[in-house]
């Protein structure tokens, strides 16, 4: 999993948490200057530092094709947000997979509509994402933000196996801008 969204680093940190690889006192001294826990992630805890947005599906296929050189598959999956997709870079790396038929990578796009200064819609309005990222070859689904949907959309996707798949995770109808 890739949170190329690392201003979400909390909600990392509770996963590492629940699984056992901080514990709580760790969580409780969050950027704090000795912390690992930085707002941020960073190495060594975290492989890939992402505070600089754009970088995420860029880091997922550089790892889904260096794994297949060496023969093995490494399915990534990647948490973008739909301020970050307003980076050029973003695209690029949406080409990238799709060129080389990524079927290893998901991306969650958490289109919440919202970004640091405002409404995304009129900051950049990125959408209709679906058709966006269907031009670019990529398969496309859409989700609300419940939990269990998005593992059932996850598991639609680990099923495609053609190429590169996206969830476009919706927080509610009214933002569904097409
Ligand atoms: C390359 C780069 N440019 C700008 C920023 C500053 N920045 C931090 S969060 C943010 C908004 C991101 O919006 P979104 O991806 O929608 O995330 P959300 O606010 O929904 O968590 C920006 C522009 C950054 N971290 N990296």
Same mark, same amino acid.
């Given at each position: 999993?890739?949170?190329?969204?690392?201003?979400?680093?909390?909600?990392?940190?509770?996963?590492?948490?629940?699984?056992?690889?901080?514990?709580?006192?760790?969580?409780?001294?969050?950027?704090?200057?000795? +912390?690992?826990?930085?707002?941020? @992630?960073? @190495?060594?805890?975290?492989?890939?530092?992402?505070?600089?947005?754009?970088?995420?599906? +860029?880091?997922?296929?550089?790892?889904?094709?260096?794994?297949?050189?060496?023969?093995?598959?490494?399915?990534?999956?990647?948490?973008?947000?739909?301020?970050?997709?307003?980076?050029?870079?973003?695209?690029?790396?949406?080409?990238?997979?799709?060129?080389?038929?990524?079927?290893?990578?998901?991306?969650?796009?958490?289109?919440?509509?919202?970004?640091?200064?405002?409404?995304?819609?009129?900051?950049?309005?990125?959408? @209709?994402?679906?058709?966006?990222?269907?031009?670019?070859?990529?398969?496309?689904?859409?989700?609300?933000?419940?939990?269990?949907?998005?593992?059932?959309?996850?598991?639609?996707?680990?099923?495609?196996?053609?190429?590169?798949?996206?969830?476009?995770?919706?927080?509610?109808?009214?933002?569904?801008?097409?």
């Amino acid at each position: 999993m890739l949170l190329s969204k690392g201003h979400a680093a909390t909600a990392l940190y509770a996963v590492y948490a629940g699984i056992g690889i901080l514990d709580n006192t760790d969580v409780e001294n969050f950027c704090e200057p000795e +912390s690992p826990l930085q707002s941020h @992630p960073e @190495p060594p805890l975290t492989l890939m530092p992402t505070g600089s947005l754009g970088n995420g599906i +860029s880091i997922a296929n550089g790892v889904i094709l260096a794994s297949r050189i060496r023969g093995s598959t490494t399915r990534v999956a990647v948490v973008v947000g739909d301020g970050e997709i307003n980076e050029g870079s973003v695209w690029e790396a949406i080409a990238t997979a799709s060129h080389h038929k990524l079927w290893e990578i998901i991306v969650l796009v958490d289109a919440n509509g919202r970004q640091l200064s405002g409404p995304s819609s009129s900051i950049k309005n990125m959408e @209709p994402l679906v058709d966006k990222f269907e031009a670019f070859g990529w398969r496309v689904l859409e989700t609300d933000n419940r939990l269990e949907d998005i593992v059932l959309a996850l598991k639609k996707c680990e099923d495609w196996g053609y190429g590169p798949s996206a969830i476009i995770v919706r927080w509610d109808s009214a933002n569904r801008e097409r």
